[in-house]
């Protein structure tokens, strides 16, 4: 499966963005989907998991309660709502994926094998 994601751009703390990832290929349903970010001289972090249907996810601690990933199956589109950003957000966020049989989320990047190319995320303080 091929990932393009998109949405992200300079952004003030507090404020808000939407990432979306746009998946082509394979049928779309049958990946897990994850969200990780890389902060600037830093290891590639988790972010957020979901399952096949949608209806598992999974938050890193640092994110709990602020962001939110959904996915549009019809529209082969994983999404990572942010709110409350914070500087130490900063980081290129990218989409990953993995075909499974379950109805399981993921948090390890080895556990993916397809990524996307990621999308940057400022937050100015």
């Known amino acids: 499966v091929q990932l393009q994601a998109c949405g992200g751009g300079l952004v003030q703390a507090g404020g808000s963005l939407r990432l979306s990832c746009a998946a082509s290929g394979r049928t779309f349903s049958g990946y897990a989907m994850g969200w990780f970010r890389q902060p600037p001289g830093r290891e590639r972090e988790f972010v957020s998991g979901?399952?096949?249907?949608?209806?598992?996810?999974y938050y890193a601690d640092s994110v709990k309660g602020r962001f939110t990933i959904s996915r549009d199956n019809a529209k082969n589109t994983v999404y990572l709502q942010m709110n409350s950003l914070k500087p130490e957000d900063t980081a290129v966020y990218l989409c990953?994926?993995?075909?499974?049989?379950?109805?399981?989320?993921?948090?390890?990047?080895?556990?993916?094998?397809?990524w996307g190319q990621g999308t940057e995320v400022t937050v100015s303080s």
């Open positions: 979901i399952s096949r249907s949608g209806r598992s996810t």
């Open positions: 990953a994926a993995t075909w499974t049989a379950s109805e399981s989320y993921y948090s390890r990047s080895y556990d993916y094998n397809s």
